[in-house]
Protein backbone atom coordinates (compact mmCIF):
# COMPACT_ATOMS: atom_id res chain seq x y z
CA UNK A 1 0.00 0.00 0.00
CA UNK A 2 1.66 3.76 -1.04
CA UNK A 3 0.34 6.46 0.64
CA UNK A 4 -0.07 9.71 -1.94
CA UNK A 5 -1.10 12.29 0.13
CA UNK A 6 -3.12 15.15 -1.71
CA UNK A 7 -1.27 19.27 -1.09
CA UNK A 8 -5.23 20.15 -2.02
CA UNK A 9 -5.58 20.05 1.68
CA UNK A 10 -2.18 21.67 2.88
CA UNK A 11 -1.52 25.45 3.50
CA UNK A 12 -1.17 26.57 0.06
CA UNK A 13 1.08 29.43 1.84
CA UNK A 14 3.84 27.04 2.72
CA UNK A 15 3.58 24.22 0.15
CA UNK A 16 7.45 23.11 -0.04
CA UNK A 17 7.19 22.92 4.20
CA UNK A 18 3.57 21.18 4.10
CA UNK A 19 5.00 18.66 1.58
CA UNK A 20 8.64 18.70 3.14
CA UNK A 21 6.36 17.78 6.36
CA UNK A 22 5.12 14.06 5.09
CA UNK A 23 8.24 13.48 2.64
CA UNK A 24 9.60 10.75 4.64
CA UNK A 25 6.92 9.01 5.82
CA UNK A 26 4.72 8.54 2.52
CA UNK A 27 5.18 7.25 -0.81
CA UNK A 28 4.30 9.59 -3.44
CA UNK A 29 2.69 12.80 -3.84
CA UNK A 30 -0.87 13.79 -5.37
CA UNK A 31 -1.39 17.46 -7.33
CA UNK A 32 -5.02 18.24 -7.75
CA UNK A 33 -4.97 20.50 -11.26
CA UNK A 34 -8.27 22.35 -11.64
CA UNK A 35 -9.29 24.93 -13.79
CA UNK A 36 -12.57 26.02 -12.61
CA UNK A 37 -14.14 24.89 -15.53
CA UNK A 38 -13.74 20.91 -15.90
CA UNK A 39 -14.40 21.46 -12.10
CA UNK A 40 -15.91 24.14 -10.01
CA UNK A 41 -12.82 24.66 -8.27
CA UNK A 42 -9.42 26.51 -9.32
CA UNK A 43 -6.29 25.26 -7.88
CA UNK A 44 -2.75 25.43 -9.63
CA UNK A 45 -1.65 24.52 -12.49
CA UNK A 46 2.24 24.16 -14.06
CA UNK A 47 3.97 26.74 -12.70
CA UNK A 48 2.91 25.93 -9.52
CA UNK A 49 4.03 22.37 -9.34
CA UNK A 50 7.46 22.47 -11.42
CA UNK A 51 8.69 24.98 -8.95
CA UNK A 52 8.01 22.54 -6.83
CA UNK A 53 8.83 19.05 -8.63
CA UNK A 54 12.51 20.56 -8.44
CA UNK A 55 12.71 20.68 -4.62
CA UNK A 56 11.07 17.54 -3.98
CA UNK A 57 12.41 14.07 -4.29
CA UNK A 58 9.05 11.54 -4.36
CA UNK A 59 7.14 10.74 -7.45
CA UNK A 60 4.37 13.06 -8.15
CA UNK A 61 0.26 12.11 -9.66
CA UNK A 62 -0.40 14.97 -11.50
CA UNK A 63 -4.15 14.42 -11.67
CA UNK A 64 -5.61 16.95 -14.08
CA UNK A 65 -9.07 18.09 -13.60
CA UNK A 66 -8.89 20.25 -16.34
CA UNK A 67 -10.56 21.28 -19.71
CA UNK A 68 -8.15 20.80 -22.79
CA UNK A 69 -5.65 18.64 -21.16
CA UNK A 70 -3.80 18.59 -23.98
CA UNK A 71 -2.82 21.85 -23.98
CA UNK A 72 -1.11 22.00 -20.24
CA UNK A 73 0.02 18.18 -19.94
CA UNK A 74 3.53 18.70 -21.85
CA UNK A 75 4.40 21.86 -19.87
CA UNK A 76 4.85 20.01 -16.25
CA UNK A 77 8.33 18.52 -15.66
CA UNK A 78 8.84 15.33 -15.39
CA UNK A 79 11.15 13.08 -13.17
CA UNK A 80 11.16 9.16 -13.06
CA UNK A 81 7.80 7.95 -12.18
CA UNK A 82 5.72 10.88 -12.11
CA UNK A 83 2.37 9.78 -13.54
CA UNK A 84 0.24 12.51 -15.38
CA UNK A 85 -3.76 11.30 -15.22
CA UNK A 86 -6.31 12.58 -17.60
CA UNK A 87 -10.01 12.64 -17.09
CA UNK A 88 -11.58 10.07 -19.54
CA UNK A 89 -14.61 12.93 -19.79
CA UNK A 90 -12.38 15.73 -21.17
CA UNK A 91 -12.45 16.86 -24.90
CA UNK A 92 -9.93 15.58 -27.01
CA UNK A 93 -8.72 11.86 -28.55
CA UNK A 94 -7.38 9.55 -25.30
CA UNK A 95 -5.12 7.92 -28.21
CA UNK A 96 -3.63 11.30 -28.53
CA UNK A 97 -3.72 12.80 -24.93
CA UNK A 98 -1.68 9.10 -23.91
CA UNK A 99 1.00 9.73 -26.70
CA UNK A 100 1.67 13.41 -25.56
CA UNK A 101 1.47 12.21 -21.86
CA UNK A 102 3.88 9.55 -23.36
CA UNK A 103 6.44 11.80 -25.44
CA UNK A 104 6.58 14.04 -22.16
CA UNK A 105 8.66 10.97 -20.39
CA UNK A 106 5.92 10.13 -17.99
CA UNK A 107 3.69 7.36 -16.94
CA UNK A 108 0.28 7.10 -18.31
CA UNK A 109 -2.66 7.64 -15.93
CA UNK A 110 -6.42 7.77 -16.65
CA UNK A 111 -9.15 8.79 -14.59
CA UNK A 112 -13.50 8.66 -14.20
CA UNK A 113 -15.93 10.48 -12.55
CA UNK A 114 -18.07 8.40 -10.21
CA UNK A 115 -20.82 8.10 -12.44
CA UNK A 116 -18.83 7.25 -15.84
CA UNK A 117 -18.61 3.27 -16.38
CA UNK A 118 -15.68 1.54 -16.48
CA UNK A 119 -16.36 0.40 -19.80
CA UNK A 120 -15.20 3.79 -20.84
CA UNK A 121 -11.58 3.39 -19.99
CA UNK A 122 -11.24 -0.05 -21.07
CA UNK A 123 -10.15 -0.16 -24.25
CA UNK A 124 -7.33 2.07 -23.01
CA UNK A 125 -6.15 -0.07 -20.46
CA UNK A 126 -3.20 -1.93 -22.70
CA UNK A 127 -1.63 1.84 -22.73
CA UNK A 128 -1.64 3.10 -19.32
CA UNK A 129 0.23 2.13 -16.38
CA UNK A 130 -1.99 4.20 -13.04
CA UNK A 131 -5.94 4.16 -13.39
CA UNK A 132 -7.04 6.80 -10.33
CA UNK A 133 -10.83 5.72 -9.35
CA UNK A 134 -12.70 9.19 -7.96
CA UNK A 135 -14.58 7.81 -4.62
CA UNK A 136 -15.57 11.47 -4.54
CA UNK A 137 -16.80 13.94 -7.36
CA UNK A 138 -13.98 15.43 -8.82
CA UNK A 139 -13.68 19.31 -7.29
CA UNK A 140 -13.11 19.62 -3.17
CA UNK A 141 -11.44 17.78 -0.56
CA UNK A 142 -12.60 16.77 2.32
CA UNK A 143 -16.29 14.83 1.07
CA UNK A 144 -17.39 11.80 2.41
CA UNK A 145 -16.46 8.55 -0.05
CA UNK A 146 -19.01 7.05 -2.03
CA UNK A 147 -19.32 3.37 -1.32
CA UNK A 148 -20.04 1.99 -4.39
CA UNK A 149 -16.66 3.16 -4.95
CA UNK A 150 -15.51 -0.55 -3.83
CA UNK A 151 -17.21 -2.69 -5.96
CA UNK A 152 -16.11 -0.56 -8.62
CA UNK A 153 -12.03 -1.50 -7.31
CA UNK A 154 -13.19 -4.45 -7.63
CA UNK A 155 -14.19 -4.93 -10.82
CA UNK A 156 -11.79 -2.60 -12.04
CA UNK A 157 -9.29 -5.39 -10.46
CA UNK A 158 -10.86 -8.16 -12.63
CA UNK A 159 -10.76 -6.05 -15.79
CA UNK A 160 -6.92 -5.16 -15.13
CA UNK A 161 -6.07 -8.96 -15.26
CA UNK A 162 -2.58 -9.55 -15.38
CA UNK A 163 -1.74 -6.38 -16.82
CA UNK A 164 0.82 -4.51 -14.86
CA UNK A 165 -1.35 -1.18 -13.61
CA UNK A 166 -0.93 0.53 -10.28
CA UNK A 167 -4.89 0.92 -8.92
CA UNK A 168 -5.31 4.46 -7.09
CA UNK A 169 -8.12 5.65 -5.33
CA UNK A 170 -8.85 9.41 -4.74
CA UNK A 171 -11.55 11.12 -2.24
CA UNK A 172 -13.02 10.64 1.34
CA UNK A 173 -9.96 7.89 2.23
CA UNK A 174 -9.51 7.97 6.32
CA UNK A 175 -9.62 5.76 9.02
CA UNK A 176 -12.57 4.13 8.33
CA UNK A 177 -12.32 3.82 4.44
CA UNK A 178 -8.99 3.27 3.40
CA UNK A 179 -8.97 -0.62 4.99
CA UNK A 180 -11.68 -1.45 2.78
CA UNK A 181 -10.10 0.43 -0.41
CA UNK A 182 -7.05 -1.77 0.01
CA UNK A 183 -8.89 -4.91 0.43
CA UNK A 184 -10.91 -4.08 -2.54
CA UNK A 185 -7.38 -3.99 -4.79
CA UNK A 186 -6.20 -0.35 -4.46
CA UNK A 187 -2.23 0.25 -4.60
CA UNK A 188 -2.58 3.50 -4.26
CA UNK A 189 -4.40 5.92 -1.60
CA UNK A 190 -4.34 9.44 -2.01
CA UNK A 191 -5.70 11.30 1.07
CA UNK A 192 -6.05 15.01 1.55
CA UNK A 193 -7.81 15.74 4.35
CA UNK A 194 -7.21 13.11 6.42
CA UNK A 195 -3.62 13.59 6.41
CA UNK A 196 -3.10 17.91 5.96
CA UNK A 197 -5.99 18.19 8.24
CA UNK A 198 -4.70 16.25 11.36
CA UNK A 199 -2.71 18.04 13.64
CA UNK A 200 -0.39 15.30 14.02
CA UNK A 201 0.73 14.06 10.52
CA UNK A 202 2.83 11.24 11.18
CA UNK A 203 0.38 10.34 13.72
CA UNK A 204 -2.40 10.27 10.96
CA UNK A 205 -0.50 8.64 8.70
CA UNK A 206 0.64 5.76 10.89
CA UNK A 207 -2.78 5.48 11.89
CA UNK A 208 -3.57 5.11 8.39
CA UNK A 209 -1.36 2.34 7.65
CA UNK A 210 -2.48 0.78 10.90
CA UNK A 211 -6.23 0.69 9.29
CA UNK A 212 -4.76 -1.39 6.53
CA UNK A 213 -3.33 -4.15 8.57
C1 LIG B 1 -10.85 15.91 -5.40
C2 LIG B 1 -9.39 15.56 -5.48
C3 LIG B 1 -8.85 14.78 -4.36
C4 LIG B 1 -8.93 15.44 -3.01
C5 LIG B 1 -9.07 14.38 -1.98
O1 LIG B 1 -11.22 16.45 -6.62
O2 LIG B 1 -9.16 14.82 -6.66
O3 LIG B 1 -7.50 14.43 -4.64
O4 LIG B 1 -7.79 16.20 -2.70
O5 LIG B 1 -9.28 15.00 -0.75
P1 LIG B 1 -9.80 14.17 0.49
O6 LIG B 1 -8.80 13.12 0.81
O7 LIG B 1 -9.92 15.21 1.57
O8 LIG B 1 -11.13 13.58 0.13
ZN1 LIG C 1 -7.13 14.12 -7.03
Known amino acids: MKLSPSLLSADFSR ?7 VEPHVERFHWDVMDGH ?6 FGPPVVNALRSKLDLPFDIHLMIDHPDRYADRFDIHPDDVIIFH ?4 GDPGAMI ?12 TLRPGTGLDAIAPWLDHVTYVL ?3 VEPGFGGQTFIPESLDRIRELRRLIDTRDIDIAVDGGIN ?3 IGPAVAAGADILVAGSAVFGASDRLSAIRTLRAACA
Not at 15 to 21: G, H, M, R, T, V
Not at 38 to 43: A, I, R
Request: net charge negative; charged share 25%; proline share 3%.
Open 38 to 43: FVPNLT
Open 15 to 21: LLDEAKS
Open 99 to 110: DLIRQRGARCGI
Open 133 to 135: VMS
Open 175 to 177: VNT
Open 88 to 91: IESE
